[in-house]
């Protein structure tokens, strides 16, 4: 019987305890054993029956209508270094577990495809370490790895949406009309601060969806001069036209022009001093990755899981670790490594000024 592992690592989104509920099954439908690793990587460098638990079918009734992870997640410097990682390949033998899915953004995934690698020299140093034996070395040759992404950024390459983004996109959208109507009764500005590292997909979505005056994102940096001027003439063209609100938001990740980061007190101050507008700040914080999931995130993350575990089932010693990606409404397989790479790559770009490239590296996600 196989025995296929799920877990959640990195940030938290919502949507995660859909994914893990329907891999538990799904695995358990498909006659395998299942279990879930608490804690993220954490629980693999802390092994024992406490961390990598068997689940049954009724341990996981009822998540999908739940916020959060269940199972925990964490940040684990451990992991990072060899020594964590072959106490982990340790602890899954021990758990006898073949197979293991993560559900994190590209850091989990990167440590997954890392431990998948090294997993060969990995169980060699415990066979000859005499920390797992002979028949256990010959049982558990290979490693299956497989990931779903589960981040509220949305910044993940080869796939359309990330298990979490639509939920924290509509918190945001529901902060922001609350934020609107206070805003109404005084003729007050507000520069609504969100999420998404150094991608701008909840900026720019919320934007649309709130109808904002002016948004900031990473993809799309402006000289001081340019924005300042840019967004006062909008702001003041809406003014004149009678509008009482000012709704500006700003990406965590904006930054001007010359890379330096723009932050809500800019853009604060600028209202203010070349608006003489009341203008207040709201940063929301982690109200964006709270509550429970959206449907469509709930959807993704049932058919991800399902998916992921029919990729474990299918995969062999060759075959390059899958991540389960969403392209044009079908739920694809995509390869990892490729995946985490051209996200990193967009990353960098944008680090590096090289906008276009960037771009152009986010417009590959369509094409095979
Ligand atoms: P996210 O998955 O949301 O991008 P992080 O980048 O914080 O979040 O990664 C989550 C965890 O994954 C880290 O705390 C670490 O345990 C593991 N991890 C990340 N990058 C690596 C890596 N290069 N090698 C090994 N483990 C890693």
Redesign the pocket.
């Given at each position: 019987k196989k025995a296929i592992a799920v877990m959640t690592?990195?940030?938290d989104a919502q949507g995660m305890n859909s994914n893990v509920r329907a891999i538990v099954r799904s695995a358990i439908f498909k006659g395998c054993r299942a279990f879930v690793v608490m804690e993220?990587?954490?629980g693999l460098v802390r092994g024992g029956p406490e961390y990598i638990k068997e689940c049954s079918w009724e341990d996981v009734r009822g998540w999908s209508t739940e916020g959060g992870t269940n199972i925990g997640?964490?940040?684990?410097?451990?992991?990072?270094?060899r020594d964590?990682?072959l106490l982990g390949a340790q602890h899954l033998i021990e758990a006898g577990v073949d197979a293991l899915i993560v559900c994190?953004?590209?850091?989990?995934?990167?440590?997954?495809d890392?431990?998948r690698s090294e997993w060969p020299s990995l169980i060699k140093e415990l066979l000859e370490n005499g920390r797992i034996s002979k028949d256990q070395f010959q049982k558990y040759q290979h490693l299956n790895i497989c990931g779903t992404v589960?981040?509220i950024?949305n910044d993940m390459s080869t796939t359309d949406a990330t298990i979490g983004a639509y939920s924290a996109l509509d918190r945001i959208c529901k902060a922001i009309d609350y934020v609107e109507a206070t805003a109404n009764s005084h003729s007050r500005a507000f520069v609504v601060e969100v999420m998404g590292r150094n991608c701008g997909w909840l900026a720019l979505l919320a934007g649309i969806a709130t109808s904002a005056d002016y948004i900031f994102i990473p993809e799309k940096p402006a000289t001081s001069s340019e924005w300042q001027d840019q967004m006062c003439d909008i702001v003041a063209k809406h003014r004149s036209k009678g509008k009482r609100t000012t709704i500006v938001i700003v990406a965590e990740g904006a930054i001007s022009a010359d890379l330096t980061p723009i932050s809500p007190a800019d853009v604060h101050k600028v209202l203010v001093d070349r608006l003489g507008l009341d203008t207040r700040i709201t940063t929301l914080g982690h109200v964006q990755r709270g509550g429970t999931a959206v449907a469509y995130d709930r959807m993704l993350a049932t058919l991800q899981g399902v998916e992921a575990v029919n990729a474990v089932l299918e995969s062999t010693a060759d075959t390059p670790s899958p991540l389960i990606a969403i392209n044009e409404n079908k739920i694809v397989r995509k390869p990892l490594v490729e995946s985490v790479r051209l996200t990193k790559s967009v990353a960098e770009a944008i680090q590096a000024k090289d906008f276009k490239k960037a771009m152009d590296l986010r417009d590959t996600e369509f094409v095979e």
């Open positions: 690592s990195g940030g993220g990587y954490e997640t964490a940040r684990c410097l451990e992991f990072r270094q964590g990682r994190g953004g590209d850091g989990s995934l990167t440590g997954a890392l431990f589960g981040s950024d």
